[in-house]
């Protein structure tokens, strides 16, 4: 039986110039096909709890009343996306034609738009930092906490939340490229599991510590095995 290979996106120099915007020089403007609406099923919603941190949905009407104004929008098709950039949606404002609007936001910038809507003082997620005397995710998260490490040019990230939400597994998505705590947390729980941190996504799947994105490694992590 072939071994199952685990996708991941190589950190380095190229991902960061990637992160930063890459070849992109205005803010880009979705493609004439990528229509989002409160119905569609090929994109992934990410909403927003009060600490800042994200969780996907896979339809906009799974995302909370109070937190519908400001929306994360991932596309399926990977040629929509545009690396150093993440749409964003409002579900409350008024749609053209049954779409809803879509504006680009940088990465980096994500941070700060989050912490001018929710008034949030200090680093995002800091409210359950995880330190070196954590015992992993049954400590710092909760037994059944299922945690996405990543960044948002990353495919494989992507690729990997979709998973989850169509195995309907609640989770967190953490960006360790604009949540510093994020990163310091995967490092440490890397570096207790023995795994190396060259390539993302590094998923906590209740304790189980995985590195890229295998559905089959995330199945036995779910099932405790």
């Known amino acids: 039986m072939a071994a199952a290979v685990a996708l991941g996106c190589r950190r380095g ?19 004439p096909g990528f229509t989002v609406r409160s119905d569609s099923t090929d994109v992934v919603f990410f909403w927003f709890d009060a600490q800042g941190q994200s969780h996907a949905v896979t ?7 109070a937190a519908r104004e400001l929306v994360r929008v991932d596309p399926s098709r990977p040629e929509l996306r545009r690396p150093g950039w993440i749409w964003m949606t409002n579900l409350r404002a008024p749609s053209t034609g049954g779409a809803l609007p879509l504006r680009a936001v940088r990465a980096e910038s994500l941070a700060t738009v989050l912490l001018a809507r929710v008034g949030h003082e200090g680093p995002l997620g800091s409210a359950a930092p995880t330190t070196a005397a954590d015992s ?8 059944s906490q299922v945690i996405v490490y990543g960044a948002s040019w990353c495919s494989a990230c992507h690729q990997a939340a979709a998973y989850l939400t169509r195995r309907h597994v609640a989770f967190i998505e953490k960006d360790i490229e604009q949540d510093a705590a994020a990163a310091q947390e995967m490092r440490e729980k890397a570096r207790r599991a023995g795994v190396a941190t060259g390539s993302i996504p590094i998923l906590d799947v209740r304790g189980h510590v995985l590195v890229g994105f295998s559905a089959e490694a995330i199945d036995r992590a779910l099932a405790g095995s």
């Open 13 to 31: 120099p190229a991902s960061t110039a990637a992160a930063d915007g890459g070849a992109v020089s205005a803010d880009p403007v979705p493609e």
């Open 59 to 65: 339809r906009a009407g799974e995302v909370p009343e």
């Open 136 to 143: 992993g995710a049954a400590t710092a998260h909760g037994p």
